[in-house]
């Protein structure tokens, strides 16, 4: 769909009187959906008269399978490699990029393009936090100090599943993060990196709600983090929690838009994913949370965060002052070992029963 038609549907929808729960839009919540409200979801609706219900879920497409069609989901917010496997699956409707973009706005796209299922929306990055009450000294600066309890004791903030820890295992023996994946894929390189998550297994406390890395920071509850740059901001920022972020081995994803496939209003949730994809749209959500836009266009709009004073530019996670190592998050390699990385991690948690 192209923009003069995204106003011609708009205006269709205007015409007509609007239904309780006229699109479902699932995110992350926390301070990450509160943002996608203020930027993206509530201009939405108050351009097209259209009501819309906001869920949260864990991100997983096993969920979006369990509960996608009973609760009647029409957007889901995914990280790209989610959505791949949920449109192998079959879960997602599927899209033609061409027609709900133009030539130049597919080209804008970066470093990624929309594809069959999925339109992406933001950069975000996986990074290491820690409480800096809990260091009145030397303060941790590389992804080896998550590592180091001897150096920074206490307990350590993990996501329940191997997503990011594994290649930060790896990249605290020493590998090259270009070499990381490829080592990943072996089963030298992953008895490798369960070898030293063995080394802080007594140290972790788990999460599984994104927002529980920076309230565990900032309640006491772990000295270091691992989470998502945004969340981690947004708890430093606005409540003024004592939480810094390091940037070495920062893992930066993208997230994308998709439509489920069994949505009842599949016109409505196109149009809200072009809309959400409009340049001005990325740059509002970015310059309420950092995260990047995945167009290049969008770049020049993020400014100042009014409540809080920030200019945003300096906190996205591809920002060049970050410095240290980053390694971009390999969707395809996510998606195709997904069943494999699950069980090794599901046997490395039973190995301590």
């Not at 395809?332 to 029963?353: K, M, Y």
């Amino acid at each position: 769909m192209r923009r003069s038609d995204l106003f011609l549907l708009i205006f269709a929808m205007v015409a007509t009187p609007a239904r309780a729960d006229d699109l479902t839009i699932v995110s992350w919540g926390g301070a990450y959906e509160t943002a996608q409200r203020q930027a993206v979801i509530a201009p939405f609706a108050a351009e097209t008269g259209l009501d819309v219900d906001v869920g949260v879920y864990d991100g997983s497409w096993t969920t979006v399978a369990e509960r996608g069609a009973p609760e009647g989901w029409d957007v889901i917010d995914m990280l790209a490699d989610q959505a791949r496997v949920a449109c192998a699956q079959g879960l997602l409707l599927k899209i033609d990029p061409g027609a709900l973009f133009a030539p130049e706005a597919l080209a804008d796209f970066a470093p990624f393009a929309p594809d069959v299922c999925a339109v992406p929306q933001n950069a975000y990055a996986r990074v290491m936090a820690f409480d800096d009450r809990a260091f009145s000294g030397v303060k941790p600066t590389r992804i080896e100090d998550f590592f180091d309890t001897d150096r920074f004791p206490g307990p350590r903030a993990v996501q329940r599943s191997p997503d990011g820890i594994l290649e930060w295992a790896l990249l605290a023996e020493g590998v090259p993060p270009e070499q990381v994946y490829g080592l990943l894929s072996t089963d030298r390189g992953l008895r490798l990196a369960f070898r030293k998550l063995d080394t802080i297994r007594d140290d972790i406390v788990w999460w599984q709600d994104p927002a529980a890395p920076a309230e565990m920071l900032a309640n006491g509850r772990a000295v270091m983090a691992a989470g998502f740059n945004g969340r981690f901001f947004d708890m430093a920022q606005r409540a003024r929690a004592p939480i810094d972020i390091v940037w070495d081995g920062r893992i930066i994803g993208i997230e994308v838009w998709a439509i489920a496939a069994d949505t009842d209003a599949p016109d409505a949730a196109r149009a809200f994913v072009q809309y959400a994809a409009d340049p001005a749209t990325m740059a509002r959500l970015a310059t309420q949370i950092p995260y990047g836009p995945t167009r290049r266009s969008a770049f020049d709009r993020i400014g100042i965060n009014r409540d809080l004073g920030v200019p945003m530019r300096a906190h996205l996670p591809n920002a060049p002052q970050h410095g240290g190592r980053a390694l971009v998050r390999d969707s395809g390699w996510h998606a195709n070992t997904e069943d494999l990385r699950q069980r090794r991690f599901r046997d490395w948690l039973a190995s301590d029963d």
